[in-house]
């Protein structure tokens, strides 16, 4: 009996070796399939994401392009009002100041030209009671 048993067990252990052989011989192509098709799936999902990538980016810069000129639009209209402004409060203060100029001119020659006749008058008056005798 122990001979039926010893052979048992040899058979036994031959047969899972041999189901275990055929167990790895047909797993082994069915994992290197598997392994084929995801590394397909991740190359595809690569290139998914880097058109997805492009595309997110493209649109960003469009937007950020529309903001930009926007911003600079407003920034040149502002800045275009502003110098306006400036340029008429300084043409007005020149405007004035210029006035005050001319009329301190026209004033200072105005009294040079009353003294100076005032003086000629006097001359005359000194040597017209000359000229009688």
């Given at each position: 009996?122990?001979?039926?048993?010893?052979?048992?067990?040899?058979?036994?252990?031959?047969g899972?070796?041999?189901?275990?052989?055929?167990?790895?011989?047909?797993?082994?192509?069915?994992?290197?399939?598997?392994?084929?098709?995801t590394?397909?799936?991740?190359?595809e999902?690569?290139?998914?994401?880097?058109?997805?990538?492009?595309?997110?980016?493209?649109?960003?810069?469009?937007?950020?392009?529309?903001?930009?000129?926007?911003?600079?639009?407003?920034?040149?209209?502002?800045?275009?009002?502003?110098?306006?402004?400036?340029?008429?409060?300084?043409?007005?203060?020149?405007?004035?100041?210029?006035?005050?100029?001319?009329?301190?001119?026209?004033?200072?020659?105005?009294e040079?030209?009353?003294?100076?006749?005032?003086?000629?008058?006097?001359?005359?008056?000194?040597?017209?009671?000359?000229?009688?005798?």
């Amino acid at each position: 009996m122990k001979r039926f048993q010893a052979g048992m067990a040899t058979a036994l252990e031959i047969g899972v070796r041999e189901a275990q052989e055929k167990i790895n011989d047909g797993f082994v192509p069915l994992w290197e399939s598997w392994k084929a098709m995801t590394e397909k799936q991740q190359e595809e999902m690569r290139a998914s994401m880097a058109d997805l990538s492009s595309a997110a980016t493209g649109d960003f810069k469009t937007r950020l392009d529309n903001v930009s000129n926007t911003w600079l639009l407003t920034t040149v209209a502002k800045l275009d009002h502003q110098s306006r402004d400036v340029v008429s409060g300084l043409s007005a203060s020149a405007e004035e100041k210029l006035r005050a100029a001319c009329a301190d001119v026209f004033s200072n020659v105005g009294e040079s030209l009353r003294k100076r006749l005032q003086e000629i008058t006097a001359e005359f008056s000194k040597a017209a009671p000359h000229e009688n005798c």
